[in-house]
């Protein structure tokens, strides 16, 4: 007989896995996954996988180490309800760009479309929140699809790509052999930019008085900070950051003057409608950064550095439009810009920052009052990291004042959920930040709302052992609503408090080491306990109850017309 | 910019891929715009497809959709289109009781007068074809009525560009053309 060189269609999974570099996997087994898992245990020592305790921990974990290593986050998921589970991570990854291949289990595909045990259309449910998605039901096409998934994951705007796997197709026999992918001739990850655009954008940049930079998470994902460094500073322009942008640019930088948006920083708003030139690079000009679009940064000519050609004139019409990767554009930007220092322009923002600081940070990080801030938290945090951490934050009022005030000396350090604002992302990001970076400090900051949300991932830290420390501010409401009901709906707090269980005994079930503080006195040494221990941590801060986020800008308000109380 | 709905004709030319239609109706669906009539047929070049999709929405809005579509993976590009600027027609098929194709008359010369065919008759009866515009079709549609109609189809607008796309080109394919 002759002998065969034929593998399973899960064994080609798992080989196609180790091409690409992967070396860990975030998922949850069931029945439709189970040949895939059957060969993962005969790769363990190549191949680890973390089981999460729920699908939707497991994407946000891939986020996480995505986020950190820029690298694709991969998820194993069984099919029906262990597919639908990891449909919010996906959404997420989605809106903020993050690398990640999703794989899923499917019913025998003899079986497809008549509703057999854990059958679920996930690739119509997945079609709109996925940069791309597949089905497999022949075991032969897997190394094809696969490598295109990890090649349309990472390159160009970077996205959440799904690829649904049929029991049978998993079973198959075939031969292996994989090809990377490069190359897909329906598809530009990047578009080819235009010097021309880029000779009208350096004349405009060299003629103007007050120019004003925001830059958002393109600079990040093109590794393009060292480029936009060089362009901030022969050019001497005030750079804000979008809340994905945060960290691409050290917050000790001197032309750093903060955030823009909702819950930006003063000057950067209010500025945005004085500045005679708005560059944005690698943004995208989301709701929450520009307020208002009728009164937004009109008086300004805007150019918009940007890879993704279906988000230029999106949202804001800009002047010029300089499509491709930042990494690209920008060195031939910075041979043609003039070396220039905008004085007087960039004490405006410091003018700014200090009515900003009078008003609002200095009541937020040094309270004369008796209950504890979540800025002096982060202040506290920063003492100890120096900036060096990688700050993990959910999502509502802990999640703005920690990207306002927490600081960053590297790069892909900032890992939040933007776009989609997905509560409880941050324990499980924070599990593959740590795995993505294990040399390195990661703290989540979440709210007492957000943390219930996936606090189950509390058991794969037990598990793994996956030193994170995890800070949880907590005011008993879902504060950032209970601010908008306090704002704009007379108080009327319907089901914002929260009565919540004793998280420290919750921490100690899954044998977490865990205080909770309610006193100022405590917060140093506590703070710095945690930073001690060489174990995963478990700290509740008791913060003020009703304590509001500021500045910011009314839902529907302009950027200038941003708030200090 | 005008709050002005306009018709527009949208071509996209696609890999065959099965949960395309699915990827790019999406894209309509999620901005609350309704398709008016969808039609996919293979296009001039072999493997490759094309949709024709007629929407009415806000100039301000089909760039966007537009390159939201452009940007799908086996898309290979897209367009859009004001009526002027294509040639497009649509078919309609009208199912009428064969005894008023023999008692009344005015069948026959509102049928000749629309320049219409007679595709198929039978003995209960008769289907007649109209390829043309939609007031073309809609005009035979009232003329027929009356007499009462059996069914009524329409197809979706199929229709060709005045400018050339240069599909080949973006495909980097070889044509004569």
């Given at each position: 007989m002759k002998k065969t060189n034929k593998i399973s269609g899960s064994e080609a999974v798992i080989k196609c896995l180790l091409e690409e570099g992967v070396d860990i996997i975030y998922g949850y087994p069931g029945g439709a996954i189970m040949p895939i898992y059957d060969e993962l245990f005969k790769y363990e020592d190549k191949l680890n996988h973390i089981l999460t305790r729920h699908e939707q921990g497991a994407t946000h974990a891939a986020q996480g180490y995505a986020r950190v290593t820029g690298k694709v986050g991969v998820v194993t998921a069984t099919s029906g309800p262990g597919a639908t589970n990891l449909v919010t991570g996906i959404a997420d990854a989605q809106i903020d760009s993050?690398?990640?291949?999703?794989?899923?289990?499917?019913?025998?595909?003899?079986?497809?479309?008549?509703?057999?045990?854990?059958?679920?259309?996930?690739?119509?449910?997945?079609?709109?929140?996925?940069?791309?998605?597949?089905?497999?039901?022949?075991?032969?096409?897997?190394?094809?699809?696969?490598?295109?998934?990890?090649?349309?994951?990472?390159?160009?705007?970077?996205?959440?790509?799904?690829?649904?796997?049929?029991?049978?197709?998993?079973?198959?026999?075939?031969?292996?052999?994989?090809?990377?992918?490069?190359?897909?001739?329906?598809?530009?990850?990047?578009?080819?930019?235009?010097?021309?655009?880029?000779?009208?954008?350096?004349?405009?940049?060299?003629?103007?008085?007050?120019?004003?930079?925001?830059?958002?998470?393109?600079?990040?994902?093109?590794?393009?900070?060292?480029?936009?460094?060089?362009?901030?500073?022969?050019?001497?322009?005030?750079?804000?950051?979008?809340?994905?942008?945060?960290?691409?640019?050290?917050?000790?930088?001197?032309?750093?003057?903060?955030?823009?948006?909702?819950?930006?920083?003063?000057?950067?708003?209010?500025?945005?409608?004085?500045?005679?030139?708005?560059?944005?690079?690698?943004?995208?000009?989301?709701?929450?950064?520009t307020g208002n679009l009728e009164t937004y940064a009109k008086q300004a000519k805007i150019i918009h550095f940007e890879i993704d050609p279906a988000e230029v004139n999106?949202?804001?019409?800009?002047?010029?439009?300089?499509?491709?990767?930042?990494?690209?554009?920008?060195?031939?930007?910075?041979?043609?810009?003039?070396?220039?220092?905008?004085?007087?322009?960039?004490?405006?923002?410091?003018?700014?920052?200090?009515?900003?600081?009078?008003k609002v940070i200095k009541n937020d990080l040094h309270p004369s009052k008796e209950g504890l801030t979540m800025g002096e938290v982060i202040r506290e945090i920063n003492e100890f990291s120096k900036g060096n951490a990688i700050i993990v934050s959910d999502v509502g009022q802990h999640q703005m004042v920690a990207c306002r005030y927490a600081s960053f000396n590297y790069s892909k350090s900032n890992v939040t959920s933007g776009g989609l604002g997905t509560m409880g992302f941050a324990l499980p990001a924070a599990i593959g930040a740590k795995m993505g970076a294990p040399d390195r400090e990661v703290i989540a900051i979440i709210g007492d709302g957000g943390y219930?949300?996936?606090i189950q991932e509390l058991g794969t830290i037990f598990q793994t052992g996956c030193a994170v420390k995890i800070v949880v501010l907590n005011n008993e409401y879902l504060g950032m609503v209970r601010q908008w009901q306090q704002m704009f709906f007379d108080k009327r707090y319907a089901s914002t408090e929260m009565i919540n269980p004793d998280f420290v005994k919750i921490a100690k079930g899954y044998f977490i080491d865990g205080k909770k503080i309610k006193k100022r006195e405590n917060l140093k040494s506590s703070i710095k306990e945690m930073i001690n221990s060489k174990k995963p941590y478990f700290l509740e801060v008791c913060v003020e109850k009703e304590a509001n986020v500021f500045p910011m800008i009314p839902s529907g308000a302009s950027v200038s017309d941003v708030r200090l109380e | 910019m005008t709050n002005k709905l306009n018709t527009y004709t949208v071509s996209i030319y696609t890999e065959n891929n099965i949960g395309l239609l699915n990827r790019i109706s999406a894209i309509f669906l999620k901005r609350h715009v309704n398709i008016e009539s969808l039609t996919t047929s293979q296009s001039e070049i072999d493997n490759i497809y094309r949709f024709v999709i007629v929407v009415k929405v806000l100039e301000s809005k089909i760039q966007n959709i537009i390159k939201q579509i452009d940007k799908q993976i086996e898309v290979i590009a897209a367009f859009y289109h004001t009526d002027k600027e294509t040639i497009f027609l649509e078919t309609a098929l009208y199912k009428v009781k064969s005894k008023s194709l023999f008692n009344e008359k005015h069948i026959q010369k509102i049928i000749k007068n629309s320049q219409a065919n007679i595709v198929t008759v039978s003995p209960d009866y008769f289907v007649i074809e109209k390829t043309g515009w939609r007031e073309e079709t809609e005009k035979l549609y009232d003329s027929l009525e009356p007499y009462g109609l059996l069914q009524f189809v329409r197809s979706g607008r199929i229709s060709v560009s005045k400018e050339a796309m240069n599909i080949s080109n973006i495909l980097g394919l070889n044509t004569d053309e």
């Open positions: 993050t690398p990640m291949v999703c794989i899923t289990g499917q019913v025998a595909s003899h079986l497809l479309g008549s509703d057999a045990f854990q059958e679920c259309d996930i690739i119509g449910i997945s079609t709109p929140v996925t940069k791309w998605n597949c089905q497999i039901t022949k075991a032969s096409d897997i190394p094809e699809v696969i490598a295109k998934a990890f090649y349309i994951a990472k390159s160009g705007r970077p996205g959440p790509v799904l690829i649904d796997i049929t029991k049978d197709a998993q079973f198959e026999l075939m031969e292996f052999k994989y090809k990377k992918c490069h190359s897909i001739r329906s598809y530009t990850p990047i578009p080819k930019f235009s010097i021309n655009e880029i000779n009208k954008a350096a004349e405009l940049i060299n003629n103007s008085k007050k120019p004003f930079i925001v830059f958002g998470q393109g600079v990040i994902l093109g590794n393009a900070e060292a480029e936009f460094k060089e362009f901030i500073e022969k050019t001497g322009i005030p750079a804000a950051w979008t809340i994905l942008g945060l960290s691409a640019l050290s917050s000790d930088h001197p032309l750093n003057v903060g955030m823009v948006g909702m819950h930006g920083n003063y000057g950067p708003n209010v500025l945005t409608n004085e500045c005679d030139v708005l560059i944005a690079i690698g943004m995208r000009f989301d709701d929450r950064v999106k949202n804001v019409k800009v002047d010029i439009a300089v499509l491709g990767n930042v990494k690209d554009t920008l060195p031939e930007l910075i041979e043609l810009v003039k070396e220039k220092s905008h004085t007087n322009w960039i004490n405006k923002f410091h003018s700014f920052y200090k009515k900003e600081f009078d219930q949300m996936t | -």
